[in-house]
């Protein structure tokens, strides 16, 4: 399986210190709610620093079979010219959202209470993930969905016609299933109320709130009370999308173990929905500095400066971090295999349905790898080797970017190569991944060309 038909092996060499500046792509997340929030604003939303990813080209295409006009200028600068809350046209092809959890989550809940029909596939991985934890809330807002067995893609969703506004408590921690229910709250007139006990990245809301729609957020005992009124008129923004700390977590990482290393990534977002791997890697006694604290758009920015990092201890992870830093586990493990002593990683259950399982994923990989890994349903465990991991092992990426490039940043410490079977999913959320990191310093080889 790879993302666009030949796989692309990929190995990773145990390099020199890695050195410069990571100018790494703009934010996943807050790059596919521009295009749909802008997609349901009237008039025209200027994006500037749009991740120009394979998931979120996807979710562009999508707008525009929804009626939007979606433009790109070249350079992250993209201009939409919404259809406004309510609009959306019934497309008249099936939407392939390719391997983007995200991208078909957010927009079935964006069609959901509107009177048309969808039909939604993607690619090996987004067909076996759980729709279900989107299409329960949706039925709630009198929305039909008819998919595969256990609520897997392709599935048609029959939007509501008179859509009723719903109170829904998020029974998983997804930033996912509560944006579904928000944007599907969007066009139901009244007030929709989505309550999460944990708290997950919250661009949602903050972009809601930056479009003009009347929302509010209240901790309660009962957890985060998010409150939006119904069928507001959405005012087109001018967005500059903050860098993406996902993305930023390979080079910093990388930066941590390779001996000599001192590399600087301007520009990112630290929204503290989103920052729990740094905490977690200066807890770890990485040695991170990060200048220039200021906001963009909204959002919190950082100058991050990482430099190798030669004693690193194994630490727990308190599980009520994980949200703020899900998609990092993936090098988080590769970072614990280098420590002295064990990383605990509990609470967890999430990674297990990301686009593979994650933790089945890397524990296979690392063990490969020389490392011991013990785990169960919601927890894993890494057993450091204090610097020296032995690697040269050839891994299945599983139509994982995050899993690409964890092994590709493993390669550059190990004592001998790391390999991916296939590189191409890293397309997926960080094209420019193979020339960043090879002009830091990284030697990066594919392996069939
Ligand atoms: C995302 C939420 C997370 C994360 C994904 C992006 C988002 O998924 O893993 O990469 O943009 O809302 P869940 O909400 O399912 O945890």
């Known amino acids: 399986m790879s993302a666009h038909g030949t796989p692309v092996p990929m190995t990773s060499r145990p390099c020199g210190p890695l050195k410069g500046r990571a100018d790494v792509p703009g934010d996943k997340s807050i790059s596919h709610r521009s295009l749909i929030l802008g997609a349901l604003s009237v008039g025209e939303t200027r994006v500037t620093g749009l991740l120009e990813g394979d998931d979120v080209l996807d979710t562009a295409k999508a707008m525009r079979a929804f009626g939007a006009e979606v433009t790109q200028h070249g350079n992250g600068e993209w201009t939409i010219n919404g259809v406004g809350v309510g609009g959306f046209a019934e497309p008249d092809q099936v939407i392939d959202c390719g391997n983007s959890g995200t991208g078909v989550r957010l927009i079935m809940g964006a069609m959901a209470t509107s009177p048309i029909t969808a039909t939604f596939t993607g690619d090996a991985s987004l067909n076996s993930r759980p729709m279900g934890r989107v299409t329960d809330p949706l039925a709630l807002f009198g929305c039909q969905a008819v998919g595969r067995e256990g609520g897997r893609l392709p599935m048609t969703l029959v939007g509501a016609a008179d859509p009723i506004p719903v109170r829904y408590v998020v029974p998983v921690p997804s930033a996912q299933v509560k944006s579904a229910v928000l944007l599907a709250g969007l066009n139901a007139p009244g007030e929709t109320v989505v309550i999460e006990k944990e708290a997950t990245r919250d661009h949602t809301e903050r972009m809601l709130a930056g479009f003009g729609a009347d929302i509010s957020v209240v901790e309660t005992d009962e957890g985060r009370v998010i409150t939006l009124q119904g069928q507001p008129e959405l005012q087109p923004q001018d967005i500059n999308v903050p860098r993406d700390p996902s993305s930023a977590a390979f080079p910093v990482c990388a930066a941590i173990l390779v001996p000599g ?189």
Request: glycine content about 10%; hydrophobic content about 45%; proline content about 6%.
């Open 261 to 449: 290393s001192d590399v600087l990534v301007p520009n990112i977002g630290l929204n503290p929905t989103r920052a729990g791997l740094f905490t977690t890697l200066q807890e770890m006694g990485a040695d991170l500095v990060f200048e220039n604290p200021r906001e963009i758009g909204g959002e919190p920015v950082a100058d991050l400066r990482a430099r190798y990092s030669p004693d690193l201890k194994g630490i727990a992870v308190p599980p009520a971090r994980a949200a703020s830093m899900i998609d990092e586990y993936p090098v988080l493990s590769v970072v614990a295999a280098f420590a002295d002593g064990v990383t605990d990683m509990q609470g967890v259950k999430e990674l297990r349905v990301k686009e593979c399982d994650r933790i089945d994923a890397m524990a296979k990989g690392l063990r490969a790898a020389g490392v011991i890994v013990d785990e169960g349903e919601d927890w894993w465990k890494v057993h450091g080797l204090q610097g020296q991991v032995a690697g040269g092992a050839t891994v299945e990426s599983r139509l994982d970017h995050r899993i690409a490039m964890a092994f590709m940043v493993m390669g550059m410490a190990t004592q001998n190569p790391m390999s991916v079977d296939d590189g191409s999913p890293i397309t997926t959320s960080f094209p420019i991944f193979e020339p960043l990191m090879t002009e830091l310093g990284a030697q990066l080889v594919r392996n069939n060309a």
